[in-house]
């Protein structure tokens, strides 16, 4: 029997605190059945980034574990970071990886969210797949106005948007001071985070060329892209979220971000992927610079090592 796998890909709201860190990766180390693919902190943004890859049972086991680590160890009330943000443990998003379907995910995101609730109190909202709600689908409907914004809002119950950003589980209602919210979600891909570098310290520069780039404001429907500064580097960046590679591939990202830039006089200096990607997402860029023609992923000999 085909063994089945999924993706998760969650984060918490702390990436400067090393023992912090260590902490609640840790509780996804060493156990069997589930990889710890990646760990990433990020400064600037308080927050860290787990790509986790596992059978839907231990799997499940691992999330609980985990989140149940981050709300004991990060405190809301206290927490600051430049990302946007609701929770200590701040998302849960399963994929589809490996013999496994979206409904599956699906019925595992919701097994995740009701334990979290039921062991802890604490508030969650189901997105993506799992949304109660169109408005849910999307989690940056859900963050809008971050934890205070959102703590705010559910704290005062003449606001015309208290009933819809409720959380979908919850004792009172309420965002827990403390803990904050956990969004638990499936879908049927996940994200791509990629940044563009710019030879240019004007961030108004990224910021006018994300808009063109990203979905609402006129450019690619499964794109999503803020213009930032990251302190630690030269020039600024064009930080996208891209949502489905297969169709809209990474060149044609950067190949418009280089077009816009050229509007303003800036070279592009290179470009960056966060996080693990997809061989297919690498694939359809080697193919369209190179012109290759009927190129299959066969053709890549370590493909035959894998499982």
Do not use: W
């Not at 405190?75 to 399963?94: A, F, K, S």
């Not at 990251?230 to 044609?252: H, K, Q």
């Not at 359809?284 to 000999?301: A, C, S, T, V």
């Amino acid at each position: 029997m085909e063994k089945k796998f999924i993706l998760a890909v969650p984060n918490f709201s702390d990436g400067r605190r090393q023992e912090v860190i260590d902490a609640i990766s840790g509780t996804i180390k060493n156990r069997e059945d589930v990889k710890l693919v990646t760990c990433e902190p990020e400064h600037d943004f308080n927050r860290t980034v787990l790509t986790i890859i596992g059978e839907p049972a231990p799997l499940k086991e691992a999330l609980l574990e985990m989140a149940a680590k981050s709300y004991e160890l990060i405190d809301m009330t206290v927490q600051e970071g430049t990302h946007p943000r609701i929770g200590g443990q701040d998302t849960i998003p399963l994929f589809p990886l490996m013999n496994t379907t979206v409904e599956e995910c699906k019925e595992l995101a919701e097994e995740i969210g009701k334990e979290l609730f039921e062991k802890h109190q604490v508030p969650i909202f189901f997105s993506g797949e799992n949304a109660r709600t169109e408005d849910k689908k999307s989690i940056s409907y859900i963050r809008k106005g971050q934890y205070e914004g959102l703590k705010a809002l559910l704290d005062d119950p003449n606001h015309p948007d208290h009933e819809a950003r409720r959380p979908d589980l919850s004792v009172d209602g309420k965002l827990s001071p403390e803990l904050g919210a956990t969004i638990v979600s499936a879908d049927k891909e996940g994200l791509t985070a990629y940044n563009v570098f710019l030879a240019t310290e004007d961030v108004n520069i990224a910021k006018q060329i994300a808009k063109a780039v990203r979905g609402p404001s006129g450019g690619y429907s499964t794109v999503r892209a803020v213009g930032i500064k990251f302190p630690e580097r030269e020039g600024v960046v064009v930080s996208m979220n891209m949502f489905d590679c297969a169709n809209t591939p990474l060149y044609r990202t950067f190949e418009l971000v280089k077009l816009e830039a050229q509007k303003y006089g800036v070279a592009v200096t290179g470009s960056e992927l966060v996080g693990p990607v997809k061989l297919e997402y690498l694939l359809n860029n080697l193919n369209h610079y190179l012109g290759l023609q009927g190129l299959k992923q066969e053709q890549i000999l370590e493909t035959h090592l894998m499982g």
